[in-house]
């Protein structure tokens, strides 16, 4: 028997708004602060092309799948699957990658808004900056005037040390993404990308040409795109293919959830394929944004997590209108982390609306409650906490602190098994006829789109999971 679940009902007033909205999911952190730390640190050009191919290889194929499961079931992620497993003859157990996507995507929530409330710290610092700077009648001068390198970088170091500091950002980051939640898909998630995504891909584009004029250029090309095959360890192919899933926000069934308010229609092809392009632009452009800054002031591309928040404060000290757009800066990254934000908490909402017949608010409070939760933890773990090590008996994360761990057993984890089960269920189960004519494509593309999924996708999913489980293997 198939469990009935109730239809949330929702749905989005275009295509236009939903790939507005899933675009709007895919580009965040992951894009603007994780790719170019992975990419500066992992030696650049060789990281970068393994990186596009395994979007493109593995990533949009199950794009593709998550926006069919959606589609068809047009309810949350559970039940979609469930309903795509009823049409396919196949065990309503599927749908437990679907209970496992709406776990991760509240645990990923969690330290997100953490992390994002760093980043409203500094938009506030750097726009107070620029206040005082048209104050005093030098718009254009550097950021951060007169204060010393170690003054700059000692910032994250104080920020991380004032636990109350963190608790209100974190807490004005989740209230707001509580809030747009709450007002539902059209009027809430849907809204907010029309206004953001324009803002957002305006400032990105300004601060592209920023760093063209003022920054070096040619330097970051050569290290983006100019591959040394001696630094393709086995560990960069390992991340190139962890960062693809997470920056296009696989395995945690965001993509099923946003699909299931696509109300009519087919041809899902060009769309899926439309948001592993833009996704995987926005990223080389956020590092042909930050590489030529980087290395104009002859800073390290290496710098790792620290990069955005120590590196590019100093560096926008040193360059004309730095005051600017260091503000712009963190500006464009708190507004990437928003879009994708809203998308994490919808997921465990409509579950709780579709399964549990919560209405929406009493299901975003009660997830985005939990997460704020969570995130204090996380958060604590940087000051009073600092020794705790929540899974410090496994000794992959026997070092890592509460947010790290959060992070590192969802990525590592939690991500690849959404991710290898999608997979599996898309290419060998779901029914033929029913995935033909949902995706509405070409005979030739279905082919390939099911051999990547039945084969490409899931043996390498596995090399991930095993390998980042056991890296001594390697
Ligand atoms: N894709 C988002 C980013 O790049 C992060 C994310 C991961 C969002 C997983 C949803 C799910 O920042």
């Not at 060789?46 to 979007?55: D, N, R, S, T």
């Not at 632009?281 to 800073?299: D, E, K, N, Q, R």
Request: aromatic share 12%; charged share 10%; proline share 4%.
């Amino acid at each position: 028997m198939v469990a009935t679940t109730v239809s949330t009902g929702e749905g989005w007033s275009s295509r236009s708004a939903f790939i507005l909205a899933a675009v709007g999911a895919a580009v965040g952190l992951g894009n603007i602060w994780r790719f170019p730390t992975l990419a500066g640190e992992s030696g650049g050009g060789a990281f970068v092309i393994v990186y596009i191919a395994c979007v493109f290889l593995l990533g949009l194929p199950l794009v593709l799948s998550e926006i069919f499961i959606g589609r068809v079931g047009q309810t949350d992620a559970v039940g979609s699957i469930r309903r795509v497993a009823a049409q396919s003859q196949a065990s309503p157990g599927w749908s437990v990658f679907g209970a496992i996507g709406a776990l991760a995507a509240f645990l990923i929530v969690a330290f997100y808004s953490v992390v994002a409330g760093w980043v409203l710290y500094y938009v506030s610092v750097m726009g107070m900056d620029l206040v005082q700077a048209i104050v005093e009648g030098d718009p254009l001068r550097g950021a951060l005037a007169g204060e010393s390198r170690e003054q700059i970088q000692q910032r994250l170091g104080d920020m991380f040390a004032n636990p109350l500091l963190l608790i209100v950002v974190h807490l004005l980051f989740m209230g707001l993404t509580f809030y747009i939640v709450a007002r539902g898909v059209s009027s809430g998630i849907e809204k907010a990308a029309t206004y953001l995504m324009p803002l957002f891909f305006f400032l990105l584009v300004g601060l592209v040409i920023y760093g063209a004029i003022e920054g070096d250029i040619g330097d970051a090309v050569a290290f983006l795109f100019t591959p040394d095959w001696s630094k393709l360890t086995p560990q960069v192919m390992n991340s190139a293919l962890g960062q693809a899933l997470f920056s296009l926000s696989l395995g945690v069934a965001g993509l099923i959830t946003y699909g299931s308010y696509i109300k009519e229609g087919s041809g899902l092809g060009p769309t899926a394929g439309l948001i592993a392009i833009a996704d995987t632009t926005v990223a080389l452009l956020a590092g042909l944004m930050i590489f030529p800054i980087v290395f104009a002031v002859g800073l390290d591309p290496a710098a790792g997590p620290t990069l955005v928040f120590q590196t590019l404060p100093f560096a926008f000290q040193t360059m004309p209108g730095g005051a600017l757009f260091g503000f712009l800066f963190f500006l464009l990254i708190l507004v990437a982390a928003v879009t994708s934000s809203i998308s994490l908490l919808e997921v465990p909402t409509a579950y709780g609306i579709g399964e549990r017949g919560w209405t929406r608010p009493k299901s975003a409070a009660i997830f985005g409650g939990g997460a704020f939760l969570i995130g204090i933890a996380c958060l604590l773990g940087y000051n009073v906490w600092a020794d705790v090590r929540p899974l410090g008996f496994w000794s992959l994360f026997a070092e890592t602190d509460i947010l790290d761990t959060v992070d590192g057993f969802t990525g590592k984890v939690m991500l690849p098994v959404g991710a290898l089960l999608t997979s599996i269920f898309i290419g060998w189960k779901a029914d033929e006829n029913l995935l033909r004519t949902t995706t509405g494509l070409s005979p030739w593309a279905f082919g390939l789109w099911r051999f990547l999924l039945a084969w490409l996708c899931p043996l390498a999913v596995a090399i991930i999971l095993v390998t980042g489980l056991f890296p001594s293997i390697l």
